[in-house]
């Protein structure tokens, strides 16, 4: 664990390896260590990973101002990059990590070498098909003060009931969720993480700006909320290469078939890097 101060605020993060950076941004209710699976083969293959807990998300400090919209995330990641040492990165974004990963690619495209999602797809290709209300009904429920106690109850279940919602498929063991659960256990920690849903009102500009980097797309096949025509449909929001890789799973494709996931996300990084150096 270590941490570096970026945007204002201090971030801890886990981190392995050397080379060309590649920032994991992970999403709710998640931490860091959604990207066990890949942190050390990054590493082995020549890349230096950095994993950060979002802001708010104990150990990061939670910001004095509450701000958590897609424009404060932005510029998180290009905070976080510059922090670092580093004048571009590769991300990989899974969930509330692609608001701030679609918004940086936007404000600032040459800090972003090589973009890629997880289960999260380009914001202007999102259509109000039923299928997708009805898996997107939390943005509402969490409005309310009561999730809070709802999310607390039983010893934190409410965590449990929502991976169980979004990857209704996978057999997740106990374990999976207790990395969030004791980050949610200190104050404020899990308010910071509503707050993300709770500033969110329609996709910001940035948000829903093409996208000027190479790319791919995670997609589970078992994801209860989204279908791959969503991700189709987003191919005329990217202007470079954009690549769709299917997995199983739902929302947490990258826990459900971490295997699958590490080989994919491997192969699109040594694809990437032969477009770019010609080899």
């Given at each position: ?93 899974h969930d ?84 969030v ?11 910071a ?63 459900e ?20 150096h010609?080899?």
């Open positions: 664990m270590k941490t570096v101060a970026a945007n204002g605020l201090t971030f801890a993060y886990l981190e392995e390896g050397a080379g060309p950076l590649v920032l994991l941004l992970h999403g709710f209710p998640d931490t860091p260590h959604t990207w066990d699976g890949v942190i050390s083969p990054l590493a082995r293959a020549g890349y230096r990973a950095v994993a950060p807990y979002l802001r708010g998300y104990h150990p990061t400090e939670i910001p004095g101002d509450g701000k958590y919209d897609s424009d404060t995330l932005g510029r998180d990641v290009l905070a976080l990059i510059e922090a670092l040492g580093e004048e571009s990165a590769i991300v990989v974004a509330w990590g692609t608001a701030g990963a679609f918004t940086a690619a936007a404000m600032d495209p040459k800090r972003i070498r090589f973009l890629i999602t997880v289960a999260i797809p380009h914001a202007g290709a999102v259509l109000p098909y039923p299928r997708i209300i009805w898996g997107a009904r939390h943005f509402l429920t969490f409005q309310s003060k009561r999730t809070e106690a709802w999310i607390r109850e039983n010893n934190l279940a409410g965590i449990d009931a929502l991976v169980r919602r979004w990857s209704p498929t996978w057999n997740f063991p106990e374990s999976e969720t207790a990395r659960k004791e980050s949610f256990r200190h104050p404020g920690s899990l308010e993480a509503l707050g993300y849903y709770r500033a969110l009102t329609l996709p910001s500009k940035s948000m829903r700006a093409p996208v000027q980097m190479p790319s791919a797309a995670f997609y589970g096949s078992e994801d209860p909320a989204l279908r791959r025509s969503d991700f189709e449909r987003a191919r005329r929001h990217y202007q470079r290469s954009y690549e769709i890789i299917e997995t199983r799973g739902g929302h947490f494709l990258q826990r078939d971490p295997d699958r996931f590490r080989e994919e996300l491997l192969r699109a990084l040594r694809s990437f890097e032969r477009d770019i010609g080899t």
